[in-house]
């Protein structure tokens, strides 16, 4: 289970940051870009939804429920900081990128073990 959360917490910085390059008009240091509302907003949804991978075997429904937590994260980002950049695509975006992310790390572990 720490595997999955590092898994997640690694890649929901790696599509914080990438989102949050996307919505600066100039590009900031790699540490100002890690430091972001957007950032930690990811790396929430991910740790979330790498334990939700870890408690479920369809991935599909890991799929679908990590787009619900990813969009309810960041409304909830959003109703606290109001740092509005659309939650609902946001946090749709990043939840399915990661469902993707774990969808992707269990055929491969699959494909290993037979």
Not at 26 to 51: C, E, N, Q, R
Not at 64 to 78: A, E, N, T
Request: glycine share 8%; hydrophobic share 55%; aromatic share 16%.
């Amino acid at each position: 289970m720490i595997k999955k959360i590092a898994v997640g917490m690694f890649s929901g910085t790696i599509i914080g940051m990438l989102i949050t390059s996307f919505f600066l008009s100039s590009i900031p240091s790699i540490f100002d870009m890690l430091w972001s509302k957007i950032t930690a907003t990811s790396i929430i949804v991910g740790m979330l939804t790498s334990i939700y991978n870890h408690l479920s075997k369809s991935r599909l429904q890991v799929f679908i429920i990590s787009i619900f937590i990813g969009v309810i994260v960041f409304y909830v980002k959003y109703w606290i900081t109001g740092h509005y950049f659309d939650p609902a695509i946001m946090g749709a975006f990043t939840g399915a990128l990661l469902g993707v992310i774990y969808a992707i790390g269990e055929k491969i572990n699959s494909f290993f073990k037979a």
